[in-house]
């Protein structure tokens, strides 16, 4: 493993060796006893889904019938944001479990594929692959290109994936290239990504049923071009499609309807991966947790009734639905308006899994698990979003949002819809916000668009 951020120095077959041991002393069960299994998890990130897009966050237009049941049998938050208000930024924090500026990921990584998250920084599957687990993902990477920054290059054994957003059924990337990889080599396999995804996954659960695995599925669906199933192919190899709107982002009547199909593609795709954690015998070892990336555009999804939308600081961008299932751990029909957010995933699936964190690795988030398992309230903290000028920060209900030289105050507790600005009636809280946010940026990346090249 390379050396790591903070003052780690985790290199090679010797670091290797110090994060199992850290790891075996940290597991439960292991002093005096025989260890029980280490448990499973599938992380699964939707892309674009939208606040108000499924069924058990009250949409009426979609059906989502697995994604509905994994919430009622477990617990479903209405308060969990993502890091970003775009694609990058959030992946980067899912799997370092730090703010996203840290490593110069402020925005979403061009298709141009120049970009990466630094190959030294730590992520989730360096971590737990020590520790025993084989580690795999696919579907929509964007955190770089396979061949230099991808999955393979930060600790996953296998991986089937895109950089960006290619054609759902020719596989064809905005730059007239096929953009779906085996590991580091390109593999054009037929099918629909949203299927191909789910074969993958569904797949790696039955070959691993015998050692603990982490599954993370980051699905395309529901990001444009917006094609459902039985769409046709809309790009071809050899022809540059930058800027191109016929499949999005720019609105067009037909989009509604792909975007429908497409949600109950991915809630379809749920349902399968739990159906094959049923069929090998793991649904009772195996946590799995579902979000979403960022908000929806608002002219095909919903973020039910929050202002702003994919792109955008205010809640519509960055509030998403979060869903933690794990049967006979996580009571069922669990609703929790606790805080939560995407660098606290990382944390929290290495307490579940009993896995030590790495000499000289701090993450920006809490550890889940006392909620998750016993519904135990997270401390209070302050959250940040930031993009190039544009800049939020929440502390409890309050949330201060800078934009265009104005900043505005929302009390979230009783106004979630962002539609009161109380700055100049409540001064002492913009300011107090204020200083928070310049201590935070002082302590993480400068300001501007950037990813690490």
């Known amino acids: 493993m390379r050396g790591k951020q903070g003052g780690s120095d985790l290199r090679g077959s010797a670091g290797r ?4 041991l850290a790891a075996l002393v940290a597991a439960p069960g292991l002093r005096g006893q025989a260890a029980e299994p280490r448990p499973n998890v599938v992380l699964i990130l939707i892309d674009d889904l939208g606040y108000g897009d499924l069924g058990c966050y009250g949409s009426t237009k979609h059906r989502t019938p697995h994604l ?16 970003g208000a775009v694609c990058s930024p959030t992946r980067a924090a899912l799997l370092t479990g730090q703010y996203p500026q840290r490593h110069g990921i402020e925005a979403a990584i061009g298709f141009t594929l120049e970009e990466g998250v630094p190959l030294d920084r730590t992520m989730c599957p360096e971590v737990l692959a020590p520790a025993g687990y084989r580690c795999g993902v696919f579907g929509k990477w964007h955190l770089g290109h396979v061949t230099r920054f991808g999955p393979n290059a ?8 895109s ?35 789910t074969r993958h996954g569904v797949r790696f659960i039955r070959e691993n049923r015998q050692r603990p695995f982490f599954l993370y599925l980051p699905q395309l669906a529901v990001h444009f071009p917006y094609q459902g199933p039985r769409d046709p192919p809309h790009r071809t190899s050899g022809r540059k499609w930058d800027g191109d709107d016929r ?26 991966i739990v159906a094959a954690l049923e069929e090998t ?32 600081l205010y809640e519509g961008g960055h509030r998403v639905p979060a869903i933690a299932n794990w049967r006979g751990r996580i009571a ?82 009783g106004d979630p819809g962002e539609a009161r600005d109380v700055a100049t009636a409540r001064p002492e809280i913009v300011e107090q916000l204020q200083r928070e946010l310049a201590a935070w940026e002082r302590d993480v990346a400068p300001s501007g668009r950037s990813s690490a090249r």
Request: net charge negative; charged share 25%; with cysteine.
């Open 17 to 20: 060796l110090l994060l199992s």
């Open 68 to 83: 509905d049941r994994l919430a009622a049998e477990g617990l479903r938050f209405t308060d969990f944001h993502s890091n």
């Open 154 to 161: 930060q600790g996953f054994h296998e991986s089937h994936c």
């Open 163 to 197: 950089n960006n957003n290619p054609d759902y059924h020719s596989h064809v990337s905005r730059d007239g290239k096929v953009d779906w990889w085996k590991d580091q080599q390109l593999s054009d396999e037929p099918g629909y990504l949203v299927d191909l995804v």
């Open 247 to 272: 499949y999005g982002p720019l609105p067009k009547p037909e989009f509604p309807r792909a975007y429908r199909e497409m949600v109950e593609a991915a809630d379809a795709s749920v349902g399968q």
């Open 281 to 312: 015998g793991l649904r009772e070892r195996t946590l799995i947790f579902v979000c979403s990336d960022n908000g929806a555009y608002s002219w095909v999804g919903s973020n039910g009734g929050l202002r702003g939308q994919k792109g955008d």
């Open 332 to 413: 069922p029909g669990r609703v929790t308006a606790e805080t939560a957010m995407t660098t606290d995933v990382f944390p929290t699936l290495l307490a579940v899994a009993g896995v030590a964190a790495p000499a000289g690795w701090r993450s920006d988030g809490v550890d889940l698990r006392g909620l998750l398992l016993r519904g135990e309230a997270l401390p209070g903290r302050t959250l940040f979003w930031r993009d190039a000028d544009e800049k939020a920060v929440r502390r409890g209900s309050w949330k201060l949002v800078s934009r265009a030289g104005r900043r505005e105050l929302f009390d979230l507790a």
